[in-house]
């Protein structure tokens, strides 16, 4: 406790010494960057919140009164306490399969009957937050095969003007296609070309997944195209002074070159990719956060609404953290440090 | 100011002149011989160059002037090998120019560094891409950093330098595969007057101590004057030599040349032939139609 109090005295005589020397415009100035950074839209945020929380009362629906803040918080805290008990609830299950895995091992049962009773799987309700991670599998299992398929697409037709001019009419048609005109297509493919005793994947993942890849797609390519077709005229010179072959070229000056513009193509298709998926979880029922909100619809009770409202909420905000996650990858990756990136 | 009495630009002091006859007993590097370009433009076939003859010796510094439109950039991407000619032969140290290769190192006007990769990286890729190891590779980069001044900045990436750093950088990279030509498309031309300077200085520096014959383009005079041993002038439409000038300034060269009288003449003779008729057709159209817009009565109503 001594050395605590000799330490804490020591830290404040050297704070006072520092704060002796820190003229105050630097302190004017911190200060200023707190407020603009910080505070400003906090308070912007409490009053959105005050807003919603007037607002919601006077609309009446046919499930009761719109929820303001406190009751989706409510929600909120509810729906991770169901999480909870629901895994509570899987332990137990599993803690009880590998005692009678136990018993029937010590009665000496044939290997076949233990096998089968290891092998059963809890069958409770997913919650919530199994939707999430269903949906997040889902939309990042979609969007990597769509930048798979786009990323040679648009480095070659960012080549070949007349690879470019093949594609480009293709691109501009299935580019403003909505999902949901995809997602039946989609579904009756996979179910007719899917056929399998022992699936890896469950039908319903495709779907939602394939969809995510094919609104995935079209960003990535036009702007990998844009990007690989603007390699500096002086670049390729130099290229060609080296005598480079094609695939040197390609991969030591096109790809790096092109590359912050590659970055903003997949940032806007996993921002789609994201968008998309929500609503064919909820056209299809498969099973995420777009399931999630429908199942809430129809279960139509009190709490429904305030529910609905949280997973509002959360896809916001995992959208919005996915956002961020690609601008960081993407200034990682960009060389222009001169661009700004927002 | 009274009219100076110049020299001829023809007048070379004795020193000049020997420095001559012992450049031109040097062995040829490059050769020029009736070299013809024809595009093909909407408007029909157009000549660019037509019947260019020329010669470098070794180690020597030849600048490329003419009026905008005389076909400067085109020639030197032709030595370079960036582009086809129409007619005539370019011979390397004898042998055919045919496409780009390692024995011609070329710097651009515009900073053509790879903005992803750091300096010493940057003049590591030519030597890598030659088929040199990693190691020996970055030992040489090392060395060329060295040599343009540059080895605080090896792991600087090109947007963290200046304009004349980055030519430096470029340089660097062009000379670190050891070419036997060096062609430079207007390297300073982006560069401010002071850096262009002390960017023709270091040139002329590395130019005195490494084996290579350069060929520099530009449009500024005085700069083909300060850095050449013999200036190519082109004329324009169809692009034709017009004279291959000997430069009279004695070298080694410094600033202070710039007002010698051997420098003023050369320079006149250069504007003659670039500007010709400067009084003519050329000012068409620049004469300002400036009217008085300030009162008579105003508190400065003159400024003379």
Redesign the interface.
């Known amino acids: 406790m001594a050395s605590l109090t000799d330490s804490n005295t020591f830290n404040f005589s050297r704070l006072g010494s520092y704060f002796s020397t820190i003229n105050s415009i630097t302190v004017a100035k911190a200060l200023s960057n707190l407020v603009k950074n910080l505070m400003v839209p906090l308070i912007a945020f409490l009053i959105f919140l005050g807003l919603w929380s007037v607002g919601a009362k006077h609309v009446q629906t046919s499930l009761g009164v719109l929820p303001g803040p406190a009751k989706v918080w409510e929600q909120a805290i509810s729906l991770y306490d169901e999480h909870k008990a629901e895994r509570a609830k899987a332990d137990a299950f599993y803690e009880r399969l590998q005692k009678r895995v136990d018993k029937a091992k010590a009665d000496g049962k044939p290997q076949a009957r233990i096998d089968k009773i290891a092998s059963r799987k809890y069958t409770g309700k997913e919650t919530f937050f199994d939707q999430i991670f269903t949906s997040l599998w889902t939309v990042m299992a979609g969007f990597i095969l769509a930048s798979v398929i786009a990323i040679p697409i648009g480095i070659a037709s960012g080549m070949s003007p007349t690879l470019y001019s093949a594609l480009n009419p293709l691109i501009q048609l299935f580019k403003p296609v909505s999902p949901l005109a995809w997602l039946p297509l989609v579904t009756m493919v996979v179910s007719a070309l899917y056929v399998s005793k022992d699936p890896m994947f469950s039908k319903s993942f495709l779907t939602s997944a394939f969809t995510v890849t094919l609104c995935c797609l079209w960003p990535t390519i036009i702007n990998t195209t844009v990007g690989v077709s603007g390699v ?1 005229k ?2 390729l ?2 290229s ?5 072959n094609v695939l ?1 070229k390609t991969l ?2 096109i790809v ?2 092109a ?1 912050p513009m590659m970055f903003t193509g997949l940032r806007l298709s996993l921002g789609i990719g994201w968008m998309v998926l929500i609503a064919a979880e909820m056209l299809a029922q498969n099973p995420g956060l777009g399931k999630f909100v429908w199942d809430e619809f129809q279960n139509g009770s009190s709490n429904s609404l305030a529910r609905i409202m949280v997973a509002v909420l959360v896809i916001g905000l995992i959208g919005f953290l996915l956002d961020r996650g690609m601008l960081m990858l993407q200034r990682s990756f960009s ?4 661009a700004i990136l927002r | 100011m009274t009219q100076l009495q110049l020299p001829s630009y023809l007048d070379q002091p004795p020193a000049v002149k020997d420095r001559f006859t012992r450049l031109k007993q040097r062995p040829v590097i490059l050769k020029v011989d009736a070299l013809g370009k024809q595009f093909d433009t909407p408007q029909g076939p157009t000549t660019a160059l037509q019947d260019i003859h020329f010669q470098t010796h070794r180690r020597e510094f030849l600048c490329v002037i003419g009026p905008s439109g005389c076909g400067k950039s085109t020639l030197i991407r032709i030595l ?3 582009e086809t000619y129409s007619s005539g032969q370019v011979l390397l140290d004898g042998q055919a120019v045919n ?4 024995d ?3 710097v ?1 006007q ?1 900073y ?1 560094l ?3 990769l750091t300096v010493k990286k940057n003049v590591m ?2 030597l890598e ?2 088929g040199k190891g990693r190691t020996a590779a970055e030992e040489v980069a090392r060395e060329w950093i060295n040599l343009v001044g540059l080895e605080k900045f090896e792991d600087s ?1 090109p ?1 963290q330098l200046s304009g004349g750093m980055k030519q430096r950088v470029a340089i660097a990279r062009a000379l670190a595969t050891q070419p036997r030509i060096l062609l430079m498309d207007e390297p300073f031309g982006a560069l401010d007057a002071q850096t262009r300077a002390r960017m023709q200085a270091y040139l002329l520096e590395i130019w005195k101590n490494i084996d290579i014959t350069i060929v520099f383009i530009t449009h500024d005079l005085d700069e083909a004057i300060y850095l050449a041993d013999r200036i190519l002038v082109l004329k324009a439409h169809p692009g034709e030599v017009q004279e291959l000038i000997e430069v009279p300034v004695p070298q080694p060269r410094t600033v202070e040349q710039f007002l010698s009288p051997e420098f003023l003449a050369t320079k006149k003779r250069l504007e003659t032939l670039i500007h010709p008729n400067r009084d003519t057709h050329e000012n068409v159209g620049e004469q300002l139609h400036m009217v008085r817009m300030v009162p008579l009565d105003d508190s400065v109503s003159s400024i003379f």
Do not use: C, E, Q
């Not at chain 1, 060389?335 to 001169?338: C, V």
């Not at chain 2, 496409?99 to 390692?102: H, I, L, M, Y």
């Open positions: 500096s002086d670049l010179n130099v060609r002074v080296l005598r480079l040197t030591k000056i790096p070159s590359l060389w222009d440090k001169n | 370079a090998g960036l496409g780009p290769g390692s011609r190192g070329m651009f515009g053509t790879f903005p992803w890729f030519g891409r030659a990436y947007h």
